[in-house]
T-cell receptor
């Protein structure tokens, strides 16, 4: 079945860039998403990318998609302490309304 | 204010005692969904609904039921809860699948 994998933990220094990686197995994925979850809160959609795109930029966020390798990354420029959270990668296929999530990457930003 | 509400926020119950977690959205969204979040497993979709009276199974539907009689409400029903359903549950809604999903605040359920 479909699977989405992420590394569990990333630690960066404030002001550096963070890169969170995700791999997925479903070749029919149409939408790929990045969500942020702060402690005790629900999920917040950060950005998403269509599978026919290679890159999407939104202020400090850059999403890169390598469809051949089924690899998605989220780059956060100038990482701030407020960016500390769990980041989830998710994918869905056009033929299905299911969302498949990765297990999340905990980002810790050190002052 | 646009929001998704869930009730209750916290619930401790015993095995076999039927319960319902309500979810309501005020944004006239067509798509609604239930997820459970467990440590190390991320979020897994339980059920989703594309519109009134249209529901379908997600990844982990066993032991759960849903209904969508009105557009704004999407309750999650556990007919006979078991301890392996102890989890953090999130409801979400969006205009359609590719649009921003708004998540509720979560319901922490413990089944003893």
């Amino acid at each position: 079945g479909e699977d989405v994998e992420q590394s569990l933990f990333l630690s960066v220094r404030e002001g550096d860039s963070s890169v969170i990686n995700c791999t997925y197995t479903d070749s029919s994925s149409t939408y790929l998403y990045w969500y942020k979850q702060e402690p005790g809160a629900g999920l917040q959609l950060l950005t998403y990318i269509f599978s026919n795109m290679d890159m999407k930029q939104d202020q400090r966020l850059t999403v890169l998609l390598n469809k051949k390798d089924k690899h998605l990354s989220l780059r956060i420029a100038d990482t701030q302490t407020g960016d500390s959270a769990i980041y989830f990668c998710a994918e869905s296929a056009d033929s299905s309304y299911k969302l498949i999530f990765g297990s999340g990457t905990r980002l810790l930003v050190r002052p | 204010e646009a929001q998704v509400t869930q009730n209750p926020r916290y619930l401790i119950t015993v095995t076999g005692k039927k319960l319902t977690v309500t979810c309501s959205q005020n944004m006239n969204h067509e798509y609604m969904s239930w997820y459970r979040q467990d440590p190390g497993l991320g979020l897994r979709q339980i059920y989703y609904s594309m519109n009134v009276e249209v529901t379908d199974k997600g990844d982990v539907p066993e032991g759960y039921k849903v209904s969508r009689k009105e557009k704004r409400n999407f309750p999650l029903i556990l007919e006979s809860p078991s301890p392996n359903q102890t989890s953090l549950y999130f409801c979400a809604s969006s205009l359609s699948l590719g649009d921003t999903q708004y998540f509720g605040p979560g319901t922490r359920l413990t089944v003893l």
